[in-house]
């Protein structure tokens, strides 16, 4: 079969799906979902933690340097995730998103975010330009952004056998990831008001201090009331 005649098929296959979506209790993996018709409906904090400037990072020094800037960043980002209840599903170059589920769902997201960027900046940026010239004589700032929203999503297997992943539906995973394009250093954790709302006050406050900073953004064409901080926590 000619390739344009296979990928009229797959279209027409693909567009006549009639999805079988249930209940998740858990967080899904690819296995747990049928790459032919299968959804899972969850209601879930979605986290993203993106490495800013990378490319910056990649001309000022050699790959090799890069590459361990990257590795280090997205191994912190994800002991740091796991270790606080969520669960990874993504990775895309030197972004990674983390899922919350179960009634601590913000609150662990959210500390989660600060704990990434205590790592940043007191571990990753510390040590690198203690180790290597090429981030000490150039200067080069490690900087990193979280963001996280939450609500209902759907997950669904996208590709072909042997070529597939999971693919997120809904507002919360994408808004999530928009907050984390952010750049306003120092404030590198931003979060939805669906999200601070109801997250616990430990991740509110610190001593009595409001650690967050409300603010307006455009997501979808709609201005949307947001949360910035410039808090860090110490794992």
Do not use: H
Not at 75 to 91: M, Y
Not at 92 to 97: A, E, K, S
Not at 183 to 195: G, L
């Amino acid at each position: 079969m000619a390739l344009k005649d296979d990928l009229t098929d797959a279209v027409d296959g693909t567009l006549g799906t009639a999805f079988e979506e249930r209940e998740g209790k858990k967080i899904p993996t690819s296995d747990d979902i049928a790459l032919s018709n299968g959804a899972v409906k969850l209601d879930a904090a979605f986290l993203y933690a993106d490495l800013a400037g990378s490319g910056v990072i990649a001309k000022l020094c050699p790959w090799d340097t890069t590459a361990k800037i990257i590795r280090a960043y997205l191994d912190c980002s994800v002991r740091i995730i796991r270790a606080q209840g969520g669960e990874i599903r993504s990775f895309d170059g030197d972004r990674v998103m983390g899922v919350f589920i179960g009634d601590r769902k913000r609150t662990d997201a959210v500390k989660a975010a600060l704990k990434i960027q205590w790592a940043t900046e007191n571990l990753i940026q510390r040590k690198a330009t203690a180790r290597f010239n090429s981030v000490k004589n150039n200067d080069v700032k490690i900087r990193q952004a979280c963001g996280i929203d939450v609500g209902i999503s759907r997950a669904v297997r996208a590709g072909i056998r042997n070529n597939n992943d999971l693919i997120w539906i809904g507002r919360p995973p994408s808004f999530a990831a928009k907050l984390s394009d952010n750049r306003e250093y120092p404030y590198c954790t931003f979060i939805s008001a669906a999200v601070y709302d109801a997250m616990l006050d430990e991740a509110k406050l610190s001593k009595g201090v409001n650690m967050w900073e409300k603010r307006s953004m455009k997501f979808a064409g709609v201005d949307e009331d947001v949360y910035r901080s410039n808090y860090e926590w110490t794992p």
